[in-house]
């Protein structure tokens, strides 16, 4: 199987910003997905890396190095309704998707 | 609007008595899967479907069945055989195979009684 590490916890002010790092090891490598969920609620897909590098979308934002297993989700200017878990996936050789633990992420005011 | 849906909310489950879980999409998705997630867990995969009429077993398949008689619905069967089926269980589909995105159904609480 895979092994996907994210911290458990972090908690940040409005406006602020958070990284929250995942490393990972795979048997073959096809990209690593990003989601948000609410307590509850469904995961919904915030972004996807497959090359080395930083893709931005808005106040998100996802780096990825391969070389290294290791991907961090930037979010900036932090809001309220930003309060979730943060799930990163891997995906393997054979396209099996695997999911870390997810990390919660309590805004303050 | 196209999207997934699941039902029931939450379902209750008697000591040995199977209940499904339904999951229908309208996306027009080739692929769908169950997960369930369990608390300080990752999502782990329970069964998938690539096409109709097709489906194979995830990492977690002992006490489930599926079945994926058409392209929009993969109902989930909670056997009794599951000892441990407390959990929130999350549908998805995608586009295509399992190389494309997941999307998410709203998910069903399972609660035994």
């Known amino acids: 199987g895979q092994n996907i590490d994210q911290p458990t916890e972090m908690t940040a002010t409005e406006g602020a910003i958070v990284q929250i790092n995942c490393t990972y090891q795979t048997s073959g490598f096809n990209g690593l997905f990003w989601y948000q969920q609410h307590a509850g609620e469904a995961p919904t897909f915030l972004s996807y890396?497959?090359?080395?590098g930083l893709e931005e979308k808005g106040r998100f934002s996802s780096f990825l190095s391969r070389s290294k297993g290791y991907s961090y989700l930037l979010l900036k200017e932090l809001q309220m309704k930003d309060s979730a878990s943060y799930l990163c996936a891997v995906r393997d050789g054979d396209y099996k998707l695997s999911f870390g633990a997810g990390t919660t992420v309590t805004v303050r005011a | 609007d196209g999207g997934i849906t699941q039902s029931p909310k939450y379902l209750f489950r008697k000591e040995g008595q199977n209940v499904t879980l339904s999951c229908e999409q309208n996306?027009?998705?080739?692929?769908m899967y169950w997960y369930r997630q369990d608390p300080g867990q990752g999502l782990r995969l329970i069964y998938y479907?690539?096409?109709?009429?097709?489906?194979q077993k995830g990492d977690i398949a002992e006490g489930y069945s599926v079945s994926r008689e058409k392209k929009e619905s993969f109902p989930l069967t909670v056997t009794s055989a599951q000892k441990n089926p407390t959990a929130f269980y999350l549908c998805?589909?995608?586009?295509?195979?399992?190389?494309?995105?997941?999307?998410f159904g709203p998910g069903t609480r399972l609660l035994v009684l």
């Open positions: 998805a589909s995608s586009i295509g195979g399992s190389w494309e995105t997941q999307y």
């Open positions: 996306l027009n998705h080739d692929a």
């Open positions: 890396n497959v090359l080395d």
């Open positions: 479907s690539q096409i109709v009429n097709d489906f």
